[in-house]
Each structure stands twice: as structure tokens, then as C-alpha cells.
């Protein structure tokens, strides 16, 4: 089993710059990608950025040029730098891992508790 904890949301006015953590613990053998969803209300979850083991990043269009996405592997977390901040960008931001464990064949995914982030004024 892995567990995710995630911290560093809140409210934050428009324009302005918020930081996500996550930490992921448990039985890691490896972790293939590292990622953050978000999830508006009455909108399905959807993909904001992904980082790989390797460091290949991706991001939704909506946050490019925006939010940066980094990991730590030694610690196993990731963090997501948001700048710029929207209004459209509130919703519950949510970590994902896909990890493999130890001593269990295969590749497992896990979510987090999810973080608020709201950009109000």
C-alpha cells in the first residue's frame, strides 16, 4: 500500500501564487510518474500536470506557462508551483502516483486525500 498526504492549499485573490505538496510513503519499490487532477464542482477530474521518473513533464493547456510541476525522488513527492492564479483554477487538486511496491507484481495508482484551492477576491 502507498499512502499520498498532500498540504499547501487555500485561498489565494487572483494573480496570486499558490504551492501543492505531495508525499508519498509505504511499500515503494519505484515510482513510474508522479501527477496532480483537479476536480471543479459539477466538472469531472481532470489532468492539470504529470512529471515521469525519468522528468518528462506534461501539462493541461488551460495551466502552461502558468503552474510548473517538480518531483523529489529521494522523497518520493511532488510539488506544483501555481502562479498566475484564476478564478477557473479553484477546485480540489488531488496527487496521484503510479508506483510499483515491494514485493507485489504490477503497477498500482493512488490518490490522495485532495487539497481546496480557491481564487477569489
Known amino acids: 500500500q502507498v499512502q499520498l498526504v498532500e498540504s499547501g492549499g487555500g485561498l489565494v485573490q487572483p494573480g496570486g501564487s499558490l504551492r501543492l505538496s505531495c508525499a508519498a510513503s509505504g511499500s515503494i519499490a519505484s515510482i513510474n510518474a508522479m501527477a496532480w487532477y483537479r476536480q471543479a464542482p459539477g466538472k469531472e477530474r481532470e489532468l492539470v500536470a504529470m512529471i515521469s521518473s525519468s522528468g518528462s513533464r506534461n501539462y493541461a493547456d488551460s495551466v502552461k506557462g502558468r503552474f510548473t510541476i517538480s518531483g523529489d525522488n529521494a522523497k518520493n513527492a511532488v510539488y506544483l508551483q501555481m502562479n498566475s492564479l484564476k478564478p477557473e483554477d479553484t477546485a480540489v487538486y488531488y496527487c496521484?502516483?503510479?508506483?510499483?511496491?515491494?514485493?507485489?507484481?504490477?503497477?498500482?495508482?493512488?490518490w490522495g486525500q485532495g487539497t481546496q484551492v480557491t481564487v477569489s477576491s
Open positions: 496521484r502516483t503510479e508506483s510499483r511496491e515491494v514485493g507485489r507484481p504490477g503497477l498500482y495508482g493512488y
